[in-house]
């Protein structure tokens, strides 16, 4: 069974009697990509802050690598490699001295800096101040810093956010390269479900401190993917239809509603239904996009 690297169960979080964290759980396996999304506000942050212990909670208990106990949590921590909001980083060194500072902490040598500036894409930055980085050079450098002490879990608050279509696409990529290659667990945040679309294989959405929903990223494509929406008087007989035509691959919604998955022909289909006497009230492929379907899960 795989290993459970970060459970958390029933935690509340509250600032000045306003509950901020709802009573939320979940559990990241090793090698998952656990996207957080939720809106601004929504919490993913004081979520992050409490796995650390940078913030207390009031109820609940958060346990890492199989401890829940003090001392086990910060053993676990050590563990964790995490860029919770805005990344330490002095704009007035280079990348590797950024990476310097961090390192002589961590009592790891020049050739480890070395492969990780390379493995971020920031070799070649040479004398150029962090100041003069793009937003995604700052947050590749953020996830190098974050990578020195070898984390088993890594933990990126927002680090998609702002950046433009190629940044995002680097971004994706490294996070996959970090967990299929080094086997590293990640928990990444973002209020956009799209940005983290392809890139995590669980999402959690938060809403107003609430985990209110979680999905696999199969569950995901699955709620997304186009489809063909058709309403019917009698979704019965158009069921009938459908196994007359070969087609098993829809879900009927209601006593007049399908979706159908499988490729289809929607004119033939129509033909079909309106010769065995089906009255259509709608037919047309309808593509849910991710947008979408977050808005319908946080309004709905
Ligand atoms: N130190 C604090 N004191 C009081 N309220 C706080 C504090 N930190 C966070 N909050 C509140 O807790 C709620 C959750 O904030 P949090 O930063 O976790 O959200 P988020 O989902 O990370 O959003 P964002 O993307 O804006 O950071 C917000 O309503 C915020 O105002």
Redesign the pocket.
């Known amino acids: 069974m795989t290993e459970t690297i970060l459970k958390i169960q029933d935690l509340v979080k509250q ?2 009697g ?1 509950t ?1 964290i709802d009573h939320v759980s979940l559990e990241i396996k090793r090698g998952m990509i656990y996207g957080l999304i ?10 992050m ?1 409490l796995i650390m212990g940078l ?1 207390h909670y009031d109820q609940g208990q958060i346990t890492l690598f199989g401890q829940h106990d003090e001392l086990g949590l910060q053993a676990g921590r050590r563990k964790i490699g995490q860029s919770i909001e805005t990344p330490a980083l002095y704009p007035e060194l280079t990348a590797r001295q950024n990476m310097a500072v961090q390192a002589a902490n961590a009592g790891v040598g020049e050739s480890e800096v070395t492969d990780l500036l390379r493995q971020m894409g920031l070799s070649d930055t040479g004398k150029k101040l962090v100041k003069n980085f793009s937003l995604g050079m700052r947050q590749r450098l953020a996830i190098a810093q974050t990578l020195i002490s070898h984390p088993e879990l890594l933990i990126l ?2 680090p998609i956010n702002g950046l433009d279509p190629a940044g995002i696409i680097e971004i994706r990529t490294i996070i996959q390269r970090l967990a299929s290659e080094q086997g590293i667990t990640v928990l990444i ?1 973002s ?1 956009i479900l799209d940005e983290l679309s392809q890139v995590a294989t669980d999402y959690g959405i ?1 809403h107003h ?1 609430q985990l209110i929903q979680e999905l696999s990223q199969a569950e995901l494509a699955e709620k997304t993917r186009r489809y063909v929406d058709l309403v019917v008087d009698d979704a019965k007989q158009a069921v009938v239809v459908l196994d007359q035509m070969a087609i098993t691959d829809y879900t009927v919604s209601d006593a007049h509603r399908l979706q159908i998955f499988a490729a289809v022909s929607v004119p033939e289909l129509t033909r079909q239904l309106v010769a065995a006497d089906i009255a259509v009230e709608r037919i047309g492929m309808t593509n849910q996009k991710l947008e979408d379907y977050f808005m319908s899960v946080t309004e709905g």
Do not use: M, P
């Not at 939720?38 to 979520?47: P, Y």
């Open positions: 600032y000045a306003r901020v939720g809106e601004n506000g929504a919490g993913k942050s004081t979520i802050r913030t608050d927002e945040s209020h938060l401190g």
